[in-house]
């Protein structure tokens, strides 16, 4: 478990995180997401005993960071923010430094740099100086070193920073893949990556949580939750579709892109999952309509967080 109390960090009269109390559960992918100078990367450093709290108290499978460090930092595995290493190694001996540093010997050593060097594919770098890999192959032997001692808890600022999109989506694989047994806390900017790999979300801004919810849950305060998006054919008129979609008694209000012929009709508050589904489909087939596309929005993230955060970006 890792137990996270009344968290707070002031620089001078600056205090950057405000009061963060939160518990995170083996199995939990939990993702922190904020607009840019929320605090995420401070609440990391503290976390992963990389700088004092001002206030409060962690704990990492049992050992307190501030009385038992050594045993605290042995759970945790850091890719710290900008994915630091030493720029005149080479991924293969930066590998060995850190499993040695992680008492890792013997056959288990050998085991454990063979699985992180083919779980980030790094055996075509492994002795060019890290000086010289591209911004993808740095933050996958940041990556590796993270995780070369299988540890428990997981602490990923930024991982698929400065991936391609094929990369991000194989971080994301490993990620979760690893998710079973681990707990994972990730920072991201990336809301698709919230959905794609995070149990959990935790949204913070100015220091202080906003929002701590499942994707899901989080999506269904969008005011596109449940909302219906269609189409119409180049012979329909938009006008009087529009108008007959508005005469519908379960939603919210009618929005319409013309240069898309697009309608989207949103779900009032109160609708209930399929409510406006089912009477936007009777209407349809009532007018015949000429519908070139017809889908169920389930809830957009990123409106969510840019209402949430009051519209800062991350
Ligand atoms: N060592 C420091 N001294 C003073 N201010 C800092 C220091 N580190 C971070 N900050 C400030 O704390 C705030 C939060 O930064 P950070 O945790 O990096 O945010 P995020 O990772 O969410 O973008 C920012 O305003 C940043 O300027
Ligand atoms: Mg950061």
């Known amino acids: 478990m890792l137990k996270i109390e009344n968290l707070t960090k002031r620089y001078g009269s600056h205090t950057v995180v405000d009061d963060l109390s939160f518990c995170c559960a083996p199995g939990e992918v939990l993702g922190f997401l904020g607009p840019n100078g929320a605090g995420k990367s401070t609440t990391m450093k503290m976390?992963?005993?990389?700088?004092?709290?001002?206030?409060?108290?962690?704990?990492?499978?049992?050992?307190?960071?501030?009385?038992?460090?050594l045993e605290a930092r042995r759970c945790?595995?850091?890719?710290?923010?900008?994915?630091?290493?030493?720029?005149?190694?080479?991924?293969?001996?930066?590998l060995e430094f850190v499993a040695d540093i992680r008492h890792l010997t013997g056959t288990d050593r050998n085991t454990r740099l063979d699985s992180v060097i083919e779980a980030l594919h790094l055996?075509?770098?492994?002795?060019?100086?890290?000086?010289?890999l591209s911004k993808g192959f740095k933050r996958r032997v940041g990556l590796a070193q993270a995780i070369i001692h299988d540890p428990e808890v997981l602490i990923l600022d930024e991982p698929?920073?400065?991936?391609?999109?094929n990369q991000k989506h194989e971080v994301r694989e490993l990620i979760r893949s690893m998710a079973t047994n681990k707990m994972i806390v990730l920072s991201t900017h990336i809301l698709e990556e919230v959905e794609a790999v995070c149990t959990r979300a935790i949204i913070i801004a100015n220091g202080s949580i906003l929002a701590d919810d499942t994707p899901e849950q989080l999506a269904r305060r969008s005011r596109y939750h449940n909302a219906v998006r269609l189409s119409v054919g180049a012979n329909e008129n938009l006008d009087q579709a529009q108008a007959a979609l508005a005469q519908l008694v379960s939603i919210d209000g009618v929005e319409v892109d013309p240069s898309s012929r697009t309608i989207t009709?949103?779900?009032g508050a109160q609708t209930r999952d399929g409510e406006t589904w089912q009477e936007v489909f009777d209407l349809i087939s009532r007018q015949n309509w000429d519908i070139t596309s017809l889908q169920l929005e389930t809830g957009q993230l990123d409106q969510v967080f840019r209402e949430i955060t009051g519209g800062s970006h991350a």
């Open 76 to 94: 945790i595995g850091y890719l710290p923010e900008g994915a630091p290493c030493y720029p005149e190694m080479t991924p293969r001996s930066f």
């Open 265 to 267: 009709v949103l779900a």
């Open 160 to 165: 698929t920073d400065g991936l391609d999109p």
């Open 123 to 132: 055996a075509p770098v492994l002795n060019q100086s890290i000086d010289t």
């Open 47 to 69: 976390v992963t005993g990389f700088v004092p709290p001002t206030v409060g108290r962690i704990s990492i499978c049992g050992h307190d960071i501030d009385q038992a460090p």
